[in-house]
């Protein structure tokens, strides 16, 4: 079992930054393809960016490219999504989410992703 702890949500305006944090203190996550999707109410969920197991691929989803860069320091068993240039509507809830991956599969998380193990989620709003 993976306990993913995200952090670094909070209110900011248009065009500001932030930097999400997500980690475990139980496992490493090594061996985790992990990524970060958002959930607003009555709204599909929508997965904003992933990253393999390596750090060696990723994948953003359209709303998000050119703004938002996901990395991963496996020493500190921490991945990161730095999101600039924000909008309004990127208001909602992030939650990191995280896929056990064969040795062999580089792919990183995406919208295709099974999300086996998530967070709790950091609120991010963003003001105009």
């Known amino acids: 079992q993976v306990q993913l702890v995200d952090s670094g949500g909070g209110l900011v305006q248009a065009g500001g930054s932030l930097r999400l944090s997500c980690t475990t203190s139980?496992?490493?996550?090594?061996?985790?393809?992990v990524g970060w999707f958002r959930q607003v109410p009555d709204k599909e969920r929508e997965v904003v960016a992933g990253?393999?197991?390596?750090?060696?691929?990723?994948y953003y989803a359209d709303s998000v490219k050119g703004r938002f860069t996901i990395s991963r320091d496996n020493v500190e068993n921490t991945v990161y999504l730095q999101m600039s240039n924000l909008k309004p509507e990127d208001t909602a809830v992030y939650y990191c989410?995280?896929?056990?991956?064969?040795?062999?599969?580089?792919?990183?998380?995406?919208?295709?992703?099974?999300?086996?193990?998530r967070g709790q989620g950091t609120q991010v709003t963003v003001s105009s």
């Open positions: 990253i393999s197991w390596s750090g060696g691929s990723t």
């Open positions: 139980v496992r490493t996550l090594r061996s985790y393809a």
């Open positions: 989410a995280a896929d056990l991956m064969d040795p062999m599969d580089t792919r990183p998380l995406s919208r295709d992703s099974r999300l086996d193990y």
